[in-house]
């Protein structure tokens, strides 16, 4: 998938078949985000025993998109939870 059809595909029905009332707007900038993952597949993966990947996961998209706070053993405890 390109780029492009990555980010003209309406991605709203998949995500409100597992949260039926997410919002519109935060769907489309969550796929605006992260378009690169969704026509790439090897960018939608996360190298979960490379630490040095999971240390980016927690600086750039937890700490810094998502603006967390908590410590760093926190986080990196739920990023080994989802990998």
């Known amino acids: 998938m390109t780029e492009h059809a990555a980010g003209s595909h309406d991605w709203?029905?998949?995500?409100?078949k597992y949260t039926p009332n997410a919002d519109d707007a935060a769907i489309h900038g969550i796929v605006k985000h992260l378009g690169i993952a969704l026509h790439n597949k090897d960018s939608s993966l996360v190298a979960c025993s490379d630490k040095a990947e999971?240390?980016?996961?927690?600086?750039?998209?937890l700490k810094k998109r998502l603006g967390l706070?908590?410590?760093?053993?926190?986080?990196?405890?739920?990023?080994?939870?989802i990998c």
Request: hydrophobic letters at 40%; proline letters at 4%.
């Open 12 to 16: 709203a029905p998949n995500v409100k």
């Open 54 to 61: 999971r240390d980016l996961v927690r600086e750039h998209f």
């Open 69 to 81: 706070t908590l410590a760093n053993a926190e986080l990196d405890r739920g990023v080994a939870e």
